[in-house]
């Protein structure tokens, strides 16, 4: 049973991420109203900030995340380092947008979201 204040909802999407560089593309594997997993080209070190530009369905929000956790490619995704982020800077606007895609999306549901 699930015990979090902020569960977690599988939701398999894009992900667009900046740090210094160019912006690259990546891939969201859950998402709640603090924070997601993403899986990203390049790992980062926990602390690292990043830029993200997240679809929501007909929406995207812009937010900064903080790395919480990541974690090197396994064999079987050679091209992808997962990452735990947690939601540093999210005006206002798209915070409600995220609670209200969460609400839409995942009440009473048990399966997969495909942004």
């Excluded at 980062?44 to 812009?62: N, Q």
């Amino acid at each position: 049973m699930e015990r979090r204040k902020y569960p977690r909802h599988t939701s398999v999407g894009p992900v667009i991420y900046r740090q210094l560089g160019p912006a690259r593309a990546g891939s969201v594997h859950d998402l709640n109203e603090r924070g997601l997993m993403v899986a990203l080209a390049e790992r980062f070190p926990v602390g690292t900030l990043l830029d993200l530009l997240l679809s929501l369905g007909e929406r995207s929000i812009r937010a900064e995340a903080e790395v919480v956790w990541s974690q090197d490619a396994s064999p079987d995704q050679a091209a992808s380092c997962l990452h735990r982020l947690k939601f540093t800077c999210l005006d206002l606007q798209d915070r409600l947008s995220l609670e209200l895609f969460i609400a839409a999306a995942f009440s009473g549901k048990g399966g997969v979201r495909r942004s």
